[in-house]
């Protein structure tokens, strides 16, 4: 995921740069990425509108096969090849999508990692710190005491100051006494920096268990986001302990929209669950409006899909849902913007490419065509592909023309037969393991 | 890992695919055929023929029938246009 994360930071880094707000850079980036991808929404509005055209030669190959699935679904494909239109999306740009969502969360999860100017080393050491300094705190408590309690306790039996901080390194590495923290402490050969830590603020560890600033959850885990806490909470009085750039960096940075932490998981006890629950809606409006215009165009394959369409409409607004309430809030408000983009996208695609604009593009296409007198690009390519699927184009072509000959298959050797009748023995074993969901091996035979 | 793959590809076929509705520009499916590969070729040539398979899978290829080769051939990754 790094690979592709870095990347994505620096485009982040380029609109935290021009707005200066996490949530707007957010929202800079969405078109950003989304405008790189318009060309491919434009090029698949244009193919699946021109399908209309081929519903009559659809049906024909769906009577004419109409018990063999495979092979109807092959012809099917080989005469959008032909006819150089496709009505499916391609696999590549929803892969795309999915990818830039996966890698935005360690973009979400580390602004300061991947978009602030701060020092990489000095962000790793203050991340080990906090949540060291958590390890330990909480251990502290629950041995019913404090730090502070703690040092009195040894300047009390006659160490000096100096001393007490000795004594106490001494005990938190104690793996008898305080096993946890000897244990974080150990994986970290910075123990000074949690030390210092604490010399600036005996009481920091009341600071650090106040479950009114920091959650419980992200500060193990993602300490990075809990930085801002240092800067923004009590005055701003502990933001000391951090190393001088993290701390400048975090203090500059804003990584709030409309007052929202944007590191925060959205829960239901407060408004944060704004986002998710309206990156929902707007997923079931943009599912909902573009199934609405697949229906227009053409009503024949929305028809076909009947439960898919169900499944599509209601799972992902409720996959988004879960994006929404398992991640920070930046990466629903991501999602909130894509929708956005997508249905904006969607009607104005719509309104351009009218069937009947389209029947204007299909009949300049033609005259184009008869002008030159040799075969369109698109035809080349998908002659090309028939080569390489391993058939003669000048069979394909005839066969295409006439194919009534299908009906009965050849005469076939003793062998073929043979060879035919395991793989179909194959292909009914396969279709049971993935009924069954069990593992297929195709050498068991 | 050929098996890991084999099966994240199964989970995505089950729960991730209905939710988008088919979309591939080829038959046998991008996800079908990625399970095929690495059936047949194991996980390093299942990936390189699975990646391949997704990048022609794009807004300006025309599709068509695509099954996994028997055999890798440097012929396979060549780009086809006339």
Redesign the interface.
Known sequence: MGIIATPLGWIMKGCYFVCKNYGIALLLFTILTRLIVFPLNVKQQKSTARMTMLQPELEKIKKKYAKNQQKMQEEQMNLYAKAGVNPMASCLPMVITMVILFALIPVIYGPLTYVSNADKEELTDSNNMISNLYVVSAEVKSKDTTIEKLIEKFEKDGATEDEAYDKLEKLFTDKDKYPKSAKALSNDNKISNVMDAIKAHNDIDTFILNENYFSTNLIQSRPELMTFVFTEKEGGQYADVLPTSVKAAAEDFNYSIFGLFLGKIPTMKDLSCIIPIVSALLQLIVTFVSQHFAKKNNPDAANMGGMGMKIMLYGMPIFSLWIGFSYPAGLGLYWCYSSLFALGQTIVLNKIYTPEHVAELVQKDIAKQKKKGKPTLMEKMAEAQMIQAGKDPAEIRKSLSDDEDYDEPKKKTKTELKDEQRRRLNEARKRMAEKYGDEYDDSQD | MS?LA?LLI?FYQRFIS??????????P??SAYALEAY??HGFFKGTLLTVWR??R???????????VPDKLTTE?FKI???
């Not at chain 2, 209905?18 to 038959?27: A, E």
């Open positions: 098996k084999q199964r209905p939710l988008f509705g088919p979309r591939c520009k080829y038959y499916s991008c059936r047949k997704l990048l899978c794009n807004p300006w290829s025309l599709g068509g029938v695509d099954y396979y086809r246009k006339k």
